[in-house]
Each structure stands twice: as structure tokens, then as C-alpha cells.
């Protein structure tokens, strides 16, 4: 008997079940195609398996039989396998991968099933030279991206720093791709000036080369991008060949940075070992890098070094119907690998139990939006692994990101977010400027590496939408623009690149009264993660600005003010006089009336206590009107070092 | 006997004398030996950072080093302060230059410094993981017999500040007060804030939050809440009428502090286990 070694299924299925109905185990139809099961397959994954995965050894063989059969079944002949180690029948040569009984891992890296042609295009010099222009290390960062991604085009990038790069060394480079921001008013990075200097001294003829240019620059400024078609211009007039139109990238450059790099590395990586770009191989360049990109990235469960055993889980699955105005809970138990993503599970249980349920899928791991809120932790649906979220008695409890309506199952309405976000303007808005310097060289506006890696570090935030989330107040504040909103203006109004009307109005929008103060406990904030900590840490700090820039007036400052004196004071915290300078005499006498101070009184007796403790506790007034009497608000001990501590950092209480 | 610091929190010695009443006798009853740091000062209570963090964090750091000085960690009966004291050591611990700029002015005002060997323990971890729940157990002398809320607050539920207990998920109030003849009430908002910070500038949404908080546990089948955090249990107590009086919800419940309930179930006042199971079973707030 022959032994199937894989099995796959390819296009135009008309999902006729004639393969399930004969090898259930090995066949399975969605709505659109037959797919070959996960459990038969090493990998793991529930697709059509035309990245050639391997069954697993004793169903190729308990299954080869049926697995034929399917195969001479299907009325449109487009299931595909291999027998292993042996002949095979005529779908062999189409196979995706080479070798029948070769390892996974092998089984990806070979170049099987490319054309003799462009198998000729990776024979020989591969080298890509990445040169990079960059003054706050974004170019920097992306010639790096660039660089990775190259790998999957068999292409062997070097990424350089024009800083010290010899223009000779142009000469006979076959491929170079260049990336650059463009500093001050129009000039070349600080890193590229004296390459730039270099090339036009020299002019190296540049025949040979194959090249492309991603230009990063700000449009509110008049010179868009100079550095980069300056770079063009040069290239383009010492002989070299433009592989591909320069990509001009504004402000927000991975969109179009990304649409540059896709296009130009299977462009570029058609320039033979002779240097001359193979054009008609293009198409089936960009399939074989996408290729490597896919087997990453699309699987049901995820692939990759981590890899954990299955588990059982329970689910409490959150629905709404909105047309039935009617919400309630799935329950649902079964197994997945620990290592899987609530969005493994999301799209296991849409798949295999209910196809209707709604909930948003990523595009790559950590995709902003797809927050859920699962067993009390807000995460993000493709990044949250199963095995870190659930309990120890294996139970999920999935529901929608909290304090946002919902429009369906798990999606959440963000409008409201994107509104207060249009309104908030959080995107740079730079003045004018006329190419000024200061008396010390800096050009005005410009970012120190310093102040840029402290706003990058304050700003590693995976999703404001989850951060938007996180408040615990926004549920019972409708009109409160939460903090999702606030922290990108107020890392936007710490950028010093953001002009001074923006800053100014962005501090003016965040002291109004849905803005930070809106927030009443920002500890709820800080809890959830390393994205909540920044958070928390970021609106407290513009709070700070805020108090400064008031002179602590307004509730919020006359309470931080009068909380630090205080403190100061008499090293405790006095409640009476903060009621006092907070709300005010009237403000202070409203508590007896609306019964807060009668509970107060009557706490301790209620529970039979003395009375005279309720009345302590209270801290009546003349405090709030006069002298703090000792016998309620004592220093403490050693009084005067906590005076000195205040005093050496902060004089202002 | 084991050494702990006592560090009452921002109120416990003046508007929450309760958890002051109870705190002495429970421990003396468990065999743990509070050590008093009457140099301690307020931790700024998250307010003080607002302006100062520097400020806050060496205020707190001071009170850590009094502790250090005596060789022993720090137990509070307040989630605020916890918190404070967690994220002001973990602070600390993860910026070293940062940490010599403190001590340094600690140094100069107070002539300590705090290396970050004492840690900071809240009273509900310190009970179930250092005196264990089979010794709270053994020693309850007045099972307290009614269906009980246990709220955290969102202060102390984050990384490094819960002790063992999940962060998300938290059980330790709820095995505490199966370990007191309690039956405890499982509800969603346990661990949400009830805005205790803005209590004075944002009354509005904190008396919602505080309602929403009430009306959760008491839906669930709650006689009466407990609270881990005392800035927190003056909201769900003292302003719990005018909470539901602003939001239309049932609130009514009696509220009690963590080191209340311990003490109660442990045998101390009797007279005020008494009036509490009168007024969780008959008055109802």
C-alpha cells in the first residue's frame, strides 16, 4: 500500500463534499473551498495546504487509500497529493515543495516549484545595498525593516550608513535601494552630507546599478522630500537605473513605506548576477516572496518556535444581536494548542460551531483593533495567547472591549473613539518655518536623538484604542473624550517638532472639562499592562503641565495644592481641610445636609463603635475654617525631615 | 512572633479609625508583632504625584527605609498605599540612577536610605500567604455567617502588588472570608475603582462608580461588602446613600473594612458583630 506523504487542495473548488463524504478526517468544506483538516497535518493549520505541509506519519498511511479516491472523485480534479518517498501521480510536478519526506523546516526554505528562470535570476551575486540618510533613526529603522524583508526574495541585504561610505564603493553595485529623511529646509540627514559631498565630488559612474529611492519628509514644509530627489536626480544622472518612482512618504511613512518596499524588492530582486533586471519575472518574484510572508502569517494556529500542548477549555462567549436588541452567552468547550491567539479560537469556533459570530481579525499580530476584554484582562485578540490568559480551571470568559458600545458579538463601535480623536487633532501640525538656525547650528524645530528616544519610549503604546478602554470612568462619563485620545494629544503637544499654536491648543483641549481631569482614578488605567502603565504615567505628567501652566487653580489644582500643604504641614493628610479648600465653606456644610456627614457620625455607632470615634473620624470644622487642632491632626514624628524633603524638591506647597 | 511595620495609610488614624480600632487586636490575636514607624508621613496618595512624582516617590521611599532601618517589611491595611509603595519600589528598583538621586536627598534630610529590601505587604495578602488561612480558620471564634462582597479596588489588582493572587481574577478576599464562616459573593465590579481620587472634584461619576459597585454586589446576592482599600471604603460607605440617592440604585449595604471583619470573626467586639449582622440581615444598610 502507498503512503500519502501530503495532500492539498487547489483552486476553483465548487465544494461539491464529494472528498468529505469519502475522507472526512482528511477533508473538511468551508464556505468557499474543501480545506485538509489540522490534526492530520504537522503543521497544524486548517487551509488548502498549498504550502505543501506533511501529513503526519500514520494518517498518510491509514488514510492514502481514501485519500486517492477523493482525488479521482472530485469532478473538477483539483486535489493534489504525493506518495511518499516513491512515484507519484501526474499533480507531482506541481507540487509547492520538493522533497516528499523532507522536514517542515527544509520543506520551506526550498526553492521548489519556481521556474528554471527565475531559479537563474537567484544563481550568483545576490547582494542588496540598503543605504540609509537618517537623523532621528526612522530611516534608520526602516532601511532595517527593508533589509529583513529582503530575505525573502533570496536577496542578501547589507544596510549602510552613508556616514563614512566610500561613493567608490557605488561602483559596481548591481542593486541598491536608498532610504532618507530630509532635515531642516531641504538639507541631507547630518549622517549623509558628506556622502552626498562625496558623490557629487566624484560622480562615480552608476551604468550599472539598479536602484530606488523611499524618501521620508513632512509636507507642511516647502522642500517635501529634497533629500530623497536630490538622491533620485543623482543617481538617475550618473548612469544608474530606476528600478522603481521614488516613494515620497509624509509624517505617517509606514503606509507608504510599505507600499514602496512591496513593489521594489521583487523589482530589485529580478536584477541578475549580470546586473540586468529581468522584467517578465516580476509577477512570479512578488508570488515567491509572499509565499514566505504567508507561511508565517496565515495560519489558524499559530506556527512558529512557540509551541505548547492542547488544552481544554471552557468558553463563555459574549453575543448581541442587534437586530433583536438581545444579548447572552455561548458556552463552549474544547481543545486548542495553548500557544494559540483568542483569535485562533474566535476563528476555530466561527469555523467549526457558529459561523455567525462577529468579532474583528487582525492583519498581523497586535493589529490595534481587535481588542477583547477576556477574563477581566483587555488584550488584543491576535497577540493574547490562550495560555496567558486563562484561568486555572481552563476557563475563558470572551466579551467585547469594555466602555464601548457594541455592534455586534465582540466588535465594538469606535466611531465615537475616531470622533474624539478628529476633534482632538493629535496628527503633527508644524508652524512655519523659514529655515532659521539657532546661534548654536541646531535648525529651529529640529529633535535631538535625546528628546526623540524619550518620546519614543513614551509613546511605545501597541493600541490607543485598547488604552481607550482601559479607563474605568468612561462608562459612567459619556461626554468624558477618554484616555486614549488625551495621551496621543499630549505626546503629540510634547513632540518638539508640534508647532505652537497646535501645543497651545492641544493643552487648552486637554484642561476642559472632558479632558484629563475627566479621569477619575487613573490607577484603573495603570493596571492593565505595559501599555496602561505608559498611559497612566503619560496623562499624569500632563496633568502636571497642566497644574503648572493654572497656578493650581480649579478643583483638581486647589486639591493637589492644598493635599501637598497638608502633608507638609504636619507630615498627614488633613480630609477637613481639603474638604474646606476644595469645595469651599458652603461646599464643606453641603455634606451635613446630604448625608455623608451623618454616615460619617454614625459609621462607628452603627456598628458600636463610640460615638466620639465617629466624631474624630468626621474631623469637623473649626478645621476647615480655622487652626488645624493637634488632636486630630498631629505631626508625626521627626516633622521637620518631611519639611526638608518638600523643600528640597518641591517649594511650591 | 513575626515583625511587620504598621503603616495605617492616609486615613486609617483619622477618618477611618475603624480599621485602627481593629488592626491591634488581630494581630495580636495571630501572633504578629506590629512595629509602630511614628516617623512615617503620608504617601501623597497619588495626589502629590500630580504635581511631584520625584516628591511623592521620596516620601514614600522615606517610610520604606524607616521600615528597612528596623530589618522588617511594611504592612499596610490600605490598597492605595500598597500600590504606592509597590510602584515606588518597583520604581526604584528598575532605575538605579534614578534611585541614588532619591537617597541621596534622603540621605541629607533624614539620614536613611532605602536599598529596596523592604517590601511592602498589604493586610489581605500578608493573612493568607504568610499567616495562612488554616490558622485564620482555627482561630475564628464568631463565624460571621452572611453573604459577603469582597471589593479590591483597582489600586493593588496590577502586576507586583497582588502578592500571589491573579491580577485580573483575584480569590484571596473570597478564600478569607470562606476561612471566617463567611460565604462569599462573587460579583463583576470587584475590582473596579469607585473614583475615591476625584471623590471631592468629580462627585458625579465617582458617586455612579461607587453605585455601580453597590448595586453589583448587592444584585448578586450580597448582605454586605467588604473593602481591601480604606480611601475606597469611605466612598462605598459613608457616601453610599448620597451614591444611590444621585443614581437612582439600590446601594443600601453595610460596608466594613477588611481589618473589621478579621477582627470581628476572631472574637473581638462582639457588641459590633452584633449590630452588623443586624443591620446586614434586618436594617439593610
Known amino acids: 500500500m502507498s503512503v500519502i506523504a501530503k495532500v492539498w487542495i487547489e483552486e476553483d473548488c465548487i465544494t461539491c463534499d464529494a472528498c468529505q463524504d469519502i475522507c472526512p478526517e482528511v477533508f473538511q468544506l468551508t464556505d468557499e473551498t474543501s480545506q485538509i483538516v489540522a490534526a492530520v497535518r504537522v503543521d497544524g493549520q486548517f487551509d488548502r495546504n498549498t504550502g505543501g505541509a506533511l501529513l503526519k506519519a500514520n494518517f498518510g498511511e491509514e488514510f492514502a487509500e481514501y485519500i486517492e479516491e477523493a482525488a479521482e472523485a472530485c469532478p473538477v480534479e483539483i486535489i493534489k497529493f504525493e506518495v511518499a518517498g516513491g512515484a507519484a501521480p501526474a499533480a507531482e510536478a506541481e507540487a509547492p515543495v520538493a522533497a516528499a519526506v523532507a522536514p517542515v523546516a527544509e520543506a520551506v526554505t526550498v526553492s521548489a516549484g519556481t521556474s528554471d528562470a527565475l531559479a537563474s535570476v537567484f544563481a550568483g551575486d545576490r547582494t542588496l545595498t540598503i543605504l540609509f540618510g537618517s537623523q532621528t533613526g526612522n530611516a534608520a529603522g526602516l532601511a532595517e525593516k527593508t533589509a529583513k524583508l529582503a530575505a525573502n526574495y533570496e536577496l542578501n541585504a547589507n544596510v549602510v550608513d552613508m556616514e563614512g561610505y566610500n561613493p567608490a564603493n557605488l561602483v559596481g553595485a548591481k542593486r541598491v535601494l536608498i532610504i532618507t529623511s530630509t532635515w531642516g529646509e531641504g538639507e541631507m540627514p547630518d549622517n549623509a552630507e558628506d556622502f552626498w559631498q562625496g558623490v557629487n565630488s566624484s560622480s562615480p559612474a552608476l551604468a550599472g546599478v539598479s536602484y530606488s529611492v523611499c524618501a521620508i519628509g513632512d509636507s507642511s514644509y516647502d522642500e517635501y522630500c529634497k533629500a530623497g530627489t536630490d538622491w533620485d536626480e543623482k543617481f538617475s544622472a550618473l548612469g544608474g537605473t530606476s528600478i522603481q518612482q521614488i516613494q515620497l512618504c509624509d509624517v505617517d511613512f509606514d503606509e507608504p513605506w510599505s507600499q514602496w518596499v512591496n513593489s521594489v524588492l521583487p523589482r530589485i530582486a529580478c536584477v541578475d548576477d549580470s546586473g540586468t533586471f529581468q522584467e517578465s519575472l516580476v509577477g512570479e518574484m512578488a508570488a515567491y516572496g509572499a509565499g514566505g510572508d504567508d507561511s508565517v502569517s496565515s495560519g489558524d494556529f499559530t506556527p512558529g518556535t512557540v509551541s505548547m500542548d492542547e488544552i481544554s477549555v471552557s468558553i463563555q462567549l459574549f453575543r448581541y444581536c442587534p437586530s433583536a436588541a438581545e444579548s447572552g452567552w455561548d458556552n463552549i468547550s474544547c481543545s486548542i494548542p495553548a500557544h494559540a491567539t483568542i483569535e485562533d479560537l474566535l476563528v476555530a469556533i466561527q469555523q467549526d460551531v457558529d459561523g455567525s459570530l462577529a468579532f474583528r481579525r487582525g492583519t498581523t499580530g497586535g493589529t490595534p483593533t481587535t481588542g477583547v476584554f477576556v477574563n477581566g484582562r483587555i488584550v488584543l485578540a491576535d497577540l493574547a495567547r490562550i495560555s496567558d490568559v486563562v484561568d486555572s480551571k481552563g476557563s475563558l470568559k470572551i466579551e467585547p472591549a469594555p466602555g464601548l458600545p457594541i455592534i455586534r458579538d465582540l466588535i465594538v463601535d469606535l466611531s465615537g473613539y475616531e470622533a474624539a480623536r478628529a476633534r482632538a487633532e493629535p496628527w503633527m501640525r508644524a508652524d512655519p518655518r523659514e529655515g532659521a538656525r539657532l546661534l548654536n547650528g541646531a535648525a529651529v524645530g529640529t529633535m535631538d536623538a535625546s528628546s526623540a528616544t524619550i518620546l519614543h519610549q513614551k509613546s511605545d503604546i501597541l493600541s490607543y484604542q485598547l488604552v481607550q478602554s482601559m479607563s474605568d470612568t468612561s462608562v459612567y462619563d459619556k461626554s468624558y473624550e477618554g484616555p486614549g485620545v488625551h495621551l496621543q494629544q499630549w505626546l503629540r503637544a510634547e513632540d518638539p517638532r508640534c508647532g505652537g499654536e497646535q501645543r497651545r491648543s492641544i493643552i487648552s483641549s486637554l484642561n476642559e472639562s472632558d479632558g484629563v481631569w475627566a479621569e477619575a482614578d487613573l490607577s484603573s488605567i495603570a493596571r492593565y499592562g505595559s501599555d496602561g502603565k505608559l498611559a497612566a504615567r503619560g496623562l499624569i505628567e500632563a496633568r502636571a503641565h497642566l497644574l503648572n501652566a493654572s497656578d493650581y487653580s480649579g478643583k483638581h489644582g486647589r486639591l493637589v495644592k492644598w493635599y501637598g500643604r497638608s502633608v507638609k504641614w504636619t507630615g498627614n493628610v488633613n480630609e477637613t481641610t481639603l474638604y474646606r479648600q476644595v469645595l469651599g465653606p458652603l461646599g464643606l456644610v453641603s455634606n451635613i445636609f446630604n448625608g455623608v456627614s451623618a454616615r460619617m457620625v454614625l459609621g462607628f455607632t452603627r456598628n458600636g463603635g463610640p460615638p466620639i470615634r465617629g466624631l474624630q473620624g468626621l474631623l469637623m470644622p473649626p478645621a476647615g475654617v480655622g487652626k488645624i487642632p493637634n488632636m486630630i491632626n498631629s505631626k508625626v514624628d521627626a516633622h521637620h525631615e518631611v519639611v526638608s524633603l518638600f523643600n528640597e524638591i518641591d517649594k511650591r506647597f | ?285
Open chain 2, 1 to 285: 512572633m513575626a515583625k511587620v511595620a504598621y503603616y495605617p495609610g492616609n486615613t486609617a488614624r483619622a477618618a477611618s479609625m475603624e480599621v485602627e480600632d481593629c488592626i491591634v487586636p488581630l494581630c495580636k490575636t495571630l501572633g504578629i508583632d506590629l512595629v509602630e514607624i511614628p516617623k512615617a508621613s503620608s504617601d501623597g496618595g497619588n495626589i502629590i504625584s500630580q504635581a511631584s512624582a520625584k516628591l511623592q516617590h521620596s516620601l514614600v521611599a522615606r517610610n520604606l527605609a524607616l521600615a528597612e532601618q528596623k530589618g522588617i517589611d511594611i504592612m499596610t491595611t490600605c490598597a492605595t498605599s500598597h500600590a504606592i509603595m509597590c510602584e515606588t519600589a518597583d520604581t526604584l528598583a528598575a532605575d538605579s540612577l534614578y534611585a541614588s538621586q532619591l537617597n541621596n536627598l534622603i540621605a541629607r534630610t533624614s539620614g536613611i536610605e532605602y536599598s529596596g529590601e523592604s517590601k511592602s505587604r498589604h493586610l489581605l495578602h500578608y493573612l493568607v500567604e504568610e499567616v495562612g488561612l488554616d490558622k485564620i480558620r482555627d482561630a475564628v471564634v464568631n463565624p460571621i455567617n452572611l453573604n459577603i462582597a469582597g471589593y479590591y479596588g483597582s489600586n493593588m489588582q496590577r502586576e507586583g502588588a497582588c502578592g500571589d493572587d491573579d491580577i485580573f481574577l483575584p480569590s484571596y478576599l473570597e478564600q478569607l472570608i470562606t476561612a471566617l464562616g463567611g460565604v462569599p459573593i462573587d460579583f463583576e465590579l470587584k475590582c473596579q475603582s469607585v473614583g475615591a481620587p476625584s471623590l471631592l472634584t468629580l462627585e458625579g461619576t465617582a458617586m455612579a462608580m461607587t453605585a455601580a459597585v453597590l448595586s453589583d454586589a448587592k444584585q448578586n446576592g450580597a448582605d454586605m461588602m467588604v473593602s481591601a482599600c480604606t480611601i475606597s471604603h469611605s466612598n462605598l460607605d459613608s457616601y453610599q446613600s448620597r451614591a444611590g440617592k444621585l443614581t437612582g440604585k439600590d446601594t443600601a449595604m453595610p460596608v466594613v473594612h477588611l481589618a473589621e471583619i478579621v477582627a470581628f470573626a476572631l472574637g473581638h467586639y462582639p457588641d459590633r458583630l452584633a449590630q452588623l449582622r443586624t443591620r446586614a440581615l434586618i436594617i439593610g444598610s
